[in-house]
């Protein structure tokens, strides 16, 4: 049985490795432990790891591990769909959300982030497969999404995000990230951050630049179907 730790280290040892065939600084990518449908002792075991940042993808399970896990310092990385009336709690409880793909989620969160707080850091979500099931803007919406969400007070837009279609062939992997890679580009904007690259493509995205790979699977194990 392989531990957290050990899963841990495994996946440290491909980012780096990947970072080096890529010749980028392997501090250049981050690891999003994606936590979804697992524990919050998982959590509390990776974070002892040394791991602070945690995805999550449903709201009422992520409000219920947050509280069990307050004494920690983590980063809580909203990562799922966004409903709009779970903008609130959302701008209230997390520190990134990578999935906003349409304007008025984003002015709900801005309206609604707490002044106390520092600005909730923004990825946009875009559909890069072009598949009707995903989420995410169509790429020749971004533009004006992108604009429109810069200017918001109470957000910091840092970049994109996407989940393409899974696929094992590795230039269609890379084809799909350096998509979203010339899609960021072209914003113009100055973003530093690409979300992208999960547990069997993260290789493939960290060539093409991803600053964030949200890994789940390669560290917590799989997850049981029938889960939220
Ligand atoms: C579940 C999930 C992940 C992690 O996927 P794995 O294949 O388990 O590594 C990453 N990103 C998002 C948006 C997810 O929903």
Redesign the pocket.
């Known amino acids: 049985m392989s531990t957290l730790a050990d899963n841990l280290s495994a996946i440290s040892a491909r980012i780096a490795s990947a970072a080096q065939a890529a010749g980028r600084d392997s501090a250049s990518v981050q690891l999003?432990a994606?936590s979804?449908t697992k524990p919050a002792s998982a959590i509390r075991e990776i974070h002892a790891a040394g791991v602070c940042d945690v995805?999550e993808?449903y709201l009422q399970e992520a409000l219920t591990k947050q509280q069990a896990l307050s004494d920690l310092p983590l980063i809580w990385h909203f990562?799922?769909p966004i409903q709009s009336n779970k903008t609130k709690a959302i701008a209230e409880h997390f520190d990134w959300v990578?999935?906003v793909d349409r304007l008025k989620i984003a002015q709900r969160l801005s309206e609604q982030r707490p002044a106390g707080l520092a600005p909730l850091n923004i990825c946009l979500q875009v559909n890069v497969s072009g598949e009707d099931s995903k989420s995410g803007c169509a790429p020749a919406d971004l533009p004006a999404l992108a604009k429109a969400v810069a200017a918001l007070p109470n957000l910091r837009l840092r970049g994109l995000?996407a989940?393409p279609e899974p696929t094992d062939d590795r230039a269609a992997q890379e084809a799909a990230f350096a998509t979203l890679r010339q899609l960021q580009e072209g914003l113009d904007l100055g973003l530093d951050t690409l979300?992208m690259g999960?547990?069997?493509d993260?290789e493939a995205a960290i060539a093409q630049g991803a600053t964030w790979v949200?890994?789940?699977?390669?560290?917590?194990g799989?997850?049981d179907y029938g889960q939220p």
Do not use: D, E, P, Y
Request: net charge positive; aromatic share 4%.
């Open positions: 999003l994606v979804k995805g993808n990562i799922g990578h999935s995000m989940i979300s999960m547990s069997h993260l949200r890994i789940g699977t390669a560290l917590f799989a997850r």
